[in-house]
């Protein structure tokens, strides 16, 4: 059962472009929401994350956006850049020990 | 501070052997989960170990198992291995496993032929 959704599998944007994706969520009881970036033969770095108590975070170039009436959180990327390009994966955490709750990802690359 | 480290990056097993992969975790972090990842399957949760207690786990079969170290340093095995079980294995440490997030280490790619 996936409770975290990430809908599209890739997205293609330009250089300097916003870049944002989207991820759906279906358990109310996720207090958390983490975006991790991930580079091939690598592991997911950390970018960003919210609590269910606010609806906006902004680190730099990366906001997310939280919607807990619609169970959705987005993250905005401005201005986007090659470096950019990875999987990108929206994690969710519940009250349950040591675990999060990933989306399948999405594939983001960034064209000059 | 050293972050997360998994060994051996890479591993190639035949059906039916074992497999123990390892995970030392930031120094000063507890908790310790382990995750699988495969194509189109986002990370699929395993289990977490707190002070050399399973403390959560996820729906896996009982082929595959833990253990955790009074240092933190945490095991995963996997008994009786499957094609299926190629995949990559991340370990990701955080302070006490409900706090606000976690690091993940390269991961330890295993390829079962």
């Known amino acids: 059962d996936q409770q975290v959704k990430q809908n599209s599998p890739s997205l293609s944007v330009q250089e300097g472009r916003i870049s944002i994706l989207n991820c759906d969520y279906t358990n109310s009881m996720f207090d958390y929401f983490l975006w991790y970036k991930k580079y091939p033969a690598e592991g997911p770095t950390f970018l960003i994350s919210?609590?269910?108590?606010?609806d906006k975070n902004e680190d730099g170039r990366f906001t997310v956006f939280l919607n807990k009436s619609a169970k959705h959180l987005s993250l905005h990327i401005v201005p986007s850049q090659p470096g950019d390009s990875a999987v990108y994966f929206c994690a969710a955490r519940g009250d349950s020990w040591g675990k999060l709750q990933f989306g399948a990802g999405t594939q983001v690359v960034v064209t000059p | 501070k050293a972050g997360v480290t998994q060994t051996p990056r890479y591993l190639i097993k035949t059906r039916g052997q074992q497999v123990t992969l390892s995970c030392s975790p930031i120094?000063?972090?507890?908790?310790v989960s382990w995750y699988q990842q495969t194509p189109g399957q986002g990370l699929q949760f395993l289990f977490e170990y707190f002070s050399e207690t399973q403390r959560n786990k996820g729906n896996f079969p009982g082929r595959f198992s833990g253990r955790q170290f009074s240092n933190s340093r945490s095991e995963m095995n996997v008994s009786t291995l499957e094609l299926g079980d190629s995949a990559l294995y991340l370990c990701?440490?955080?302070?006490?496993?409900?706090?606000?997030?976690?690091?993940f280490g390269q991961g330890t790619r295993l390829t079962v032929v």
């Open positions: 120094s000063g972090h507890r908790s």
């Open positions: 919210i609590s269910s108590i606010k």
């Open positions: 990701a440490s955080s302070l006490a496993g409900l706090d606000t997030e976690a690091f």
